[in-house]
């Protein structure tokens, strides 16, 4: 089925089309917020949010933008909500969190050695991402995270392609630049 006609029914109150949307959607959701919370735990309880809140504001969709793109404005938007308490939360307690990455860059067997290194490697990056500012996160998890084209992430964002562009070039850079001083520690180098 269409997805224009899943959105209608679903608009009109069908569950099944609402459900059909959902299993479209749900890994994509989920490894939005995974990008961003490094929590699995934590991914699947936002990813639920946010399509409890697509479900009720789903009446106000006015068809303007593609379902896409109005389903991740509304789940970054939550995400961001969501790190914005975490973050209160954190400073209040004076704690931080060990984060983890748990996919690996590629398929071969590891050894325990280089699976620690690469247990390290993650834990710096998702270090090293948590200082970034917002919008460069945002731009590099829709990009590199989620593969996601540089019109949709505009759209999502209501930037222009430039913006996007622009945006993902200065996070890379930002990124090698944090993250230089510790592969050089290992001999390797950006």
Not at 12 to 37: C, D, I
């Amino acid at each position: 089925m269409e997805e224009r006609e899943l959105v209608s029914r679903a608009c009109a109150g069908e569950a099944e089309a609402f459900s059909e949307l959902v299993s479209r959607y749900q890994n994509r959701v989920f490894h939005l917020a995974f990008g961003f919370t490094r929590d699995r735990a934590a991914a699947d309880d936002l990813a639920q949010e946010v399509f409890l809140k697509a479900y009720l504001a789903l009446p106000g969709f006015r068809g303007k933008a593609e379902f896409s793109t109005w389903l991740y404005r509304l789940a970054i938007n939550h995400i961001k909500d969501y790190l914005r308490k975490m973050k209160r939360r954190i400073q209040r307690e004076e704690r931080l969190e060990e984060t983890k990455i748990s996919q690996m860059p590629d398929e071969r067997e590891m050894t325990q050695e280089e699976e620690e290194i690469m247990d390290k490697r993650r834990q710096l990056l998702a270090k090293v991402m948590a200082t970034l500012p917002e919008k460069y996160r945002i731009v590099l998890t829709l990009r590199d995270v989620e593969g996601l084209p540089y019109e949709e992430i505009a759209s999502i964002l209501g930037t222009s392609i430039g913006t996007v562009d622009s945006r993902l070039h200065r996070a890379r850079k930002l990124l090698r630049e944090k993250m230089e001083p510790f592969l050089r520690q290992e001999g390797r180098v950006l």
